[in-house]
């Protein structure tokens, strides 16, 4: 791998390997660059052969306008995004890291469940594809492996009391904090910025603390669940999951580049997290991969990510906001996506609710998810994803501000 060459070149030679103009992780660059083009080289040869294994969407009649010629179109476009994500890491990325570890797992995994629901939607001719509930059960899975690691793992750390201070000599000073275990987690908007998991279990007393994975654990299988469901709701015009994914993955990298430098954590004030700067090698990778499938899948879509790529893509945001101590800003930063499930959960209770009651069940949206409704209303679909999009920039700004709005 070619880590350990830019990591010996680095020690043995003290050349840059490590760092780009001294703050760029020199290997997250070349990840971004090598996604990008296994993603539009060799993504045009996934597609091409994805036509020749006629693994075409089978479009239901919805009545959207357009939808007629959308069948035929090829789909488990989400394989583009896990080869272009994954080779980048193996080549540039610490694999032993705990961190990118959890990373490869869940793009894996996700990517495994997704590609059997793909495979059953096309080749089984069934539309429902794979059962719900064995899809709940493969996300509560892996919540269940990605919290359970951050909670146990020896080195899942953060800093504590990490500081620079100017003594009266006027000198940097620099104090060096003990890294600790610990439950904390970013919370916007107020004066620390810090939540502890262990605040919610410590009314039972002192030895609570021992117990608090019983809280955190859940925490993350319902993280991991919401969010992978919400980015698969989300895909269902071209362009609109892969562009407001990169979006968000892209403010993640934002924030896993501040968590994993002391000097950036210290001035921001923000938790300082021991190893996870080399998540930013995964987090470009990612990006690269999902710009680089945007490519194909702008409209009009000469390939659909399918369920291989949405699953995939939702788990992987949700892990990389858990890892870095940012998963309570994702309602904000993946508002999107909770809007889109929020649409359909509404739909569907209110439907039952008045068909309940009424006899008749009503609807809030012409169409849930969101995205449809405004296809309904007569949008075009470029110009429904391409405000979407705008609407994802003002979230990863208002994300990023709360780094400092307290």
Same mark, same amino acid.
């Given at each position: 791998?070619?880590?350990?060459?830019?990591?010996?070149?680095?020690?043995?030679?003290?050349?840059?390997?490590?760092?780009?103009? *001294?703050?760029?992780? $020199?290997?997250?660059?070349?990840?971004?660059?090598?996604?990008?083009?296994?993603?539009?080289?060799?993504?045009? %040869?996934?597609?091409?052969?994805?036509?020749?294994?006629?693994? =075409?969407?089978?479009?239901?009649?919805?009545?959207?306008?357009?939808?007629?010629?959308?069948?035929?179109?090829?789909?488990? *476009?989400?394989?583009?995004?896990?080869?272009?994500?994954?080779?980048?890491?193996?080549?540039?990325?610490?694999?032993?890291?705990?961190?990118?570890?959890?990373?490869?797992?869940?793009?894996?995994?996700?990517?495994? &469940?997704?590609?059997?629901?793909?495979?059953?939607?096309?080749?089984?001719?069934?539309?429902?594809?794979?059962?719900? %509930?064995?899809?709940?059960?493969?996300?509560?899975?892996? *919540?269940? &492996?990605?919290?359970?690691?951050?909670?146990?793992?020896?080195?899942?750390?953060?800093? #504590?009391? #990490?500081?620079?201070?100017?003594?009266?000599?006027?000198?940097?000073?620099?104090?060096?904090?003990?890294? &600790?275990?610990?439950?904390?987690?970013?919370?916007?908007?107020?004066?620390?910025?810090?939540?502890?998991?262990?605040?919610?279990?410590?009314?039972?007393?002192?030895?609570?603390? #021992? !117990?608090?994975?019983?809280?955190? &654990?859940? /925490?993350?299988?319902?993280?991991?669940?919401?969010?992978?469901?919400?980015?698969?709701?989300?895909?269902?015009?071209?362009?609109?999951?892969?562009?407001?994914?990169?979006?968000?993955?892209?403010?993640?990298?934002?924030?896993?580049?501040?968590?994993?430098?002391?000097? $950036?954590?210290?001035?921001?004030?923000?938790?300082?997290?021991? =190893?996870?700067?080399?998540?930013?090698?995964?987090?470009?990778?990612?990006?690269?991969?999902?710009?680089?499938?945007?490519? !194909?899948?702008?409209?009009?879509?000469?390939?659909? /990510? =399918?369920?291989?790529?949405?699953?995939?893509?939702?788990?992987?945001?949700?892990?990389?906001?858990?890892?870095?101590?940012?998963?309570?800003?994702?309602?904000?930063?993946?508002?999107?996506?909770?809007?889109?499930?929020?649409?359909?959960?509404?739909?569907?209770? !209110?439907?039952?609710?008045?068909?309940?009651?009424?006899?008749?069940?009503?609807?809030?949206?012409?169409?849930?998810?969101?995205?449809?409704?405004?296809? %309904?209303?007569?949008?075009?679909?470029?110009?429904?994803?391409?405000?979407?999009?705008?609407? =994802?920039?003002?979230?990863?700004?208002?994300?990023?501000?709360?780094?400092?709005?307290?």
């Amino acid at each position: 791998m070619l880590y350990y060459l830019f990591d010996y070149l680095e020690k043995e030679y003290q050349l840059p390997g490590a760092s780009l103009f *001294g703050f760029i992780s $020199f290997r997250a660059v070349m990840a971004i660059l090598f996604s990008l083009v296994i993603a539009t080289v060799y993504g045009k %040869k996934v597609i091409l052969m994805l036509q020749r294994k006629q693994i =075409g969407e089978s479009i239901r009649d919805l009545g959207l306008q357009g939808q007629e010629q959308k069948a035929g179109t090829p789909t488990m *476009g989400g394989l583009i995004i896990i080869m272009a994500t994954l080779i980048p890491v193996l080549l540039f990325a610490d694999i032993l890291n705990v961190y990118v570890i959890l990373l490869i797992v869940t793009t894996l995994w996700m990517g495994v &469940i997704g590609f059997i629901d793909d495979y059953i939607k096309i080749f089984k001719k069934d539309k429902k594809g794979l059962k719900g %509930k064995f899809k709940i059960l493969g996300q509560v899975v892996l *919540g269940l &492996i990605v919290g359970a690691t951050l909670y146990f793992h020896p080195q899942v750390t953060m800093r #504590d009391h #990490d500081k620079s201070i100017i003594t009266k000599q006027y000198e940097v000073e620099h104090i060096k904090g003990m890294d &600790i275990k610990s439950t904390k987690t970013t919370v916007p908007f107020i004066k620390n910025n810090e939540f502890d998991y262990g605040n919610l279990i410590a009314w039972a007393g002192e030895g609570a603390k #021992d !117990y608090v994975w019983l809280i955190f &654990i859940p /925490m993350i299988i319902l993280i991991v669940t919401a969010v992978s469901n919400g980015a698969n709701l989300t895909d269902g015009i071209d362009g609109l999951a892969a562009g407001t994914s990169a979006i968000i993955v892209f403010t993640l990298g934002i924030f896993t580049w501040v968590s994993g430098n002391i000097i $950036f954590s210290d001035y921001l004030d923000i938790m300082y997290i021991t =190893g996870v700067g080399e998540l930013l090698v995964f987090v470009t990778a990612f990006v690269g991969a999902l710009v680089g499938f945007l490519w !194909y899948n702008a409209f009009p879509a000469t390939v659909f /990510m =399918g369920d291989t790529g949405s699953l995939t893509i939702g788990g992987v945001i949700a892990v990389i906001a858990i890892i870095i101590r940012k998963e309570l800003l994702i309602p904000v930063l993946c508002g999107i996506f909770f809007a889109e499930s929020i649409s359909v959960m509404l739909q569907v209770g !209110y439907f039952k609710y008045t068909k309940k009651k009424l006899g008749e069940g009503k609807r809030i949206f012409l169409m849930a998810p969101l995205h449809h409704h405004y296809q %309904k209303r007569g949008y075009h679909e470029s110009k429904i994803v391409t405000r979407f999009w705008i609407v =994802g920039i003002m979230l990863a700004i208002i994300t990023v501000v709360t780094l400092k709005i307290r």
